[in-house]
């Protein structure tokens, strides 16, 4: 590979993107790294069960998943734009290998295990703001940027649903420990694949000081920008509160009288439809209908769980979460509107906030509906958090609207 940057000359669409040779192998890079995420989430949580007997240590494993992205996106995103991004990715994949593979050695105590759960979590806004930010690169800030985001959304919807099967799998043929040290293979191929399948490009802002100050500048000047700052929170809000089907499915399938076979249909029926939508809106939609489509579905994309006032059945629920899914598909227009509004030196920062906020509010969401549960009935949870999640999108639209849009490279506006 050389150091020259190439414009990619593809055809429109998904398979003009994966004509990207460069996009293939983040694209293979991204399915590897994040099976091995899936895989060895279930393994970690399984092998700290077995060793301790306690549940809440294993679903305290579980949770640490979460937890760690704010420290890591807050305090380490300055590293996304002062390093050339190729190395970032690479080195944040063997952090990642080398933690797991730690995980394995039978005299890693307990808290060693979760001490390196936390680690990866810690590592993985980086890695994810830094390949987001060299996408830009790769593809365009245009019509192929959006679809090529797209695509690595579907891999990580079908990751969960692949990723549980192939983990349960797993550990039927190998021990918790044998499927960990898999995916640290997992890990190590990832890097390979970004190591020799990119190009190497220098890094985006040069910078001398304190990391820490960088990354919390990077912040301050995200949320500083009235439009930066709205669009980002357009990422955060919706996902927030469509956590709750999700989070208490368990006990929702337990209210019905379902078994654990509807609990797994209603667990896959939300990533099914962002899929799904996220297929049509790139397939069929122009980029203008994508464009004037984000405001409603961001706000549409959380009515459907209203349903769940009336305590639905198994497949009306199950249809609710469809719809839920299909409507995340305004991610594609709000993707080309956050590229636009990002300066390129700032990109790689804002991007790992952006992606250190949505998983880390997804945490608290799980975490505020279940405590919801707590007081009130299941469905009612799920149908409140469908409510108050609405009304907070409406707002962020309605303001949203006020601004005055540039519009984008395609000629067209934004809003």
């Not at 092998?47 to 890591?72: E, I, K, M």
């Not at 945490?363 to 549960?373: F, N």
Request: proline content about 5%.
């Amino acid at each position: 590979m050389t150091d020259q940057l190439v414009a990619p000359a593809a055809p429109a669409g998904y398979t003009g993107v994966l004509a990207v040779p460069e996009f293939r192998a983040v694209f293979a890079a991204h399915t590897l790294s994040l099976l091995g995420v899936v895989v060895s989430e279930i393994a970690l949580t399984v092998l700290v069960y077995d060793l301790t007997g306690s549940p809440l240590l294993s679903a305290l494993t579980f949770a640490l998943g979460f937890l760690p992205y704010l420290v890591g996106g807050t305090l380490l995103a300055g590293v996304a734009d002062r390093y050339p991004a190729r190395r970032v990715l690479v080195l944040c994949d063997l952090v990642c290998a080398g933690c797991v593979a730690l995980m394995v050695l039978p005299m890693t105590p307990v808290a060693g295990l979760l001490v390196l759960r936390c680690a990866v979590a810690a590592v993985a806004p980086v890695f994810n703001g830094t390949r987001m930010a060299t996408l830009a690169d790769i593809l365009g800030q245009g019509e192929h940027f959006v679809l090529g985001r797209s695509l690595l959304r579907i891999v990580a919807q079908s990751a969960q649903l692949v990723g549980f099967g192939v983990g349960g799998v797993l550990l039927t043929l190998v021990p918790a420990r044998g499927a960990i040290a898999i995916t640290a293979v997992t890990f190590l191929c990832s890097g390979a694949l970004l190591r020799f399948g990119t190009v190497r490009r220098p890094a985006r802002a040069g910078g001398s000081g304190a990391l820490l100050r960088e990354s919390l500048q990077g912040a301050r000047l995200v949320f500083r920008d009235r439009r930066m700052r709205l669009l980002t929170l357009l990422f955060w809000v919706p996902p927030m509160f469509a956590v709750a089907p999700e989070a208490l499915a368990a006990p929702y399938a337990d209210r019905i009288g379902a078994g654990s076979v509807a609990l797994g249909v209603l667990m896959c029926a939300m990533p099914v439809g962002h899929v799904a939508g996220e297929l049509f809106a790139g397939s069929v939609l122009s980029a203008a209908a994508r464009s004037r489509a984000v405001l409603p579905l961001a706000v549409c994309s959380l009515l459907p769980l209203l349903a769940y006032a009336v305590r639905p059945g198994l497949s009306l629920a199950v249809l609710v979460l469809l719809l839920a899914g299909l409507a995340s598909a305004y991610g594609l227009g709000l993707d080309q509107w956050y590229v636009a509004a990002v300066p390129d030196e700032l990109r790689g920062r804002a991007m790992t906030l952006l992606t250190a906020g949505m998983m880390t509010l997804q945490g608290l969401g799980m975490a505020a509906a279940g405590l919801a549960a707590e007081f009130v009935p299941v469905h009612h949870a799920i149908a409140c958090s469908g409510a108050l999640g609405a009304v907070c999108v409406l707002v962020l639209a309605i303001r949203l609207r006020k601004d005055r849009v540039p519009k984008s490279e395609t000629g067209l506006t934004t809003i």
